[in-house]
């Protein structure tokens, strides 16, 4: 009955994303950005998907189950942190800029170069983060039909695919609507049911209100912080999460869909945390597999179990939609189109970014069959958006001082210093660095949290030293400015060059 429901679950998702398609219109602006013209309700569960998916949410509620609440509901606070502070700080401006992609900030502010290689590291990190959500999904088919997991990844890959490549932005955000509905259904009747049934309990010294977690390294303080700075500060610079506030109707609209995301996020994660801590005393303290699935299968009614599993399928199917298109969307607008040097046409664009969202998508899976992790790959994405990207974004918005330089400088030491400790910790967050740790190295196991504050810290300095010691940027340079619409090339190029 749970495979039965959960598939009519993704049937209908999958039918809803081809139905609105017919959106498009073969306009390269209504795929990319739903002709900016999203309204609050639409903006605001697009952004909440991210931090409601099956990655995030899996990833919470092991971590909480394994080591209390922090470590598990600093993945959804530190996701809803990042949607206030883009909507006080971030949001109306970057919406009134006009942007069709997030490099193109990097491009106007600092120039070709560092729009490049910003391009390419947000390419590899949200590889990462489409193959955490990828593991979650392929992990429960696993878990619940016996399909193998890398049958089970390749088989949700196609089915994102077949309704992204019809209907880009419009089929994302209309099927998140209908996965934030589910999921929000989902999540009260789950914890109804858990406090009905078996009572909220929590384990002694795992509680919300036990700030240990939070200041005492003994119990993973530099780790659950990390996560917050990763993902409050890290997420700021998302591809599919700007994309989607360049797809808002005005900037109010950004702004406002933000806090509403917020609120989204935290009704919908920490509900999952304290779920997790309660499972304790009915599943006892080890679990094979992921805790939510074991709660689900036959410990829940089936019912129960159906419409969560459904709500964080579906919710994963709008995170990796948004993901493959976006990251799509910056091969072929800020890599391909600039490095030919001519202007794309509207079909041209339409095109170049259906095919490459194969190769973006199997990319993701490599990375999803090397490292099948739920909510780690999620904080991994972002820790290393933190180390190389947040500091010039982030200061270049609000600090004249500081160009293409002072950009370089924070991108090299930032990212620099934080794959040097990666490959040298033999754990991230917590898990076995299964992905880079040499293990031939010095083995620094101590440096897992503190190196994703020491690399931010160190891309701060950086890119601070540097703008102190050159000239000021002309305004002009470092004010925001409308950009063209997709397909008009020749502006964008003049102002870089400018």
Known sequence: MIILGVGTAVLCVVTLGLLVARKVGGDADNYLLAGRSLGLPLVAVALAAQAV????????TDLAFEFGFWAGASLPVGLALCLLITGVFFAKPMNRMKLVTLPDYYRLRFGRGIEVTASLIMIACFAILLAGNLVAV????????????????????GLILTYTIAGGMYSDVYTALAQTVLTLVAVAALTTWMALTHGLSIPEGMGPLDLGQLTDPAQGAPVNLATLLALGIGDIIAIDFMQRIFAARSPRTAQRACFAGAGITLAVGVPFSLVALSSVSVLGDDVDGPVLFALLDGTAPALLAVLVLSGLVTASFTTASGVILSTAAVVVRNIRGRRRGTDLSSAQVLRFTRYTMVPMALLGVVFALRVPQTGILLTLAFDLMLAGLAVPFVLGMAWRRGGAAAATAALVVGLGSRLAMFVLTPTVYGADNDLLYLSGGPAVPDLDGWSTMIAAGASLTAYTVVALLRPAVPAAATDPEPTAPVVEEAEYASKAGA
């Open 53 to 60: 998916d099956s990655n995030a949410t899996a990833g919470n």
């Open 138 to 157: 392929g992990l429960m088919l696993e878990h619940f039909t016996g399909l193998s997991y890398t049958a089970g990844v390749l088989v949700v890959v």
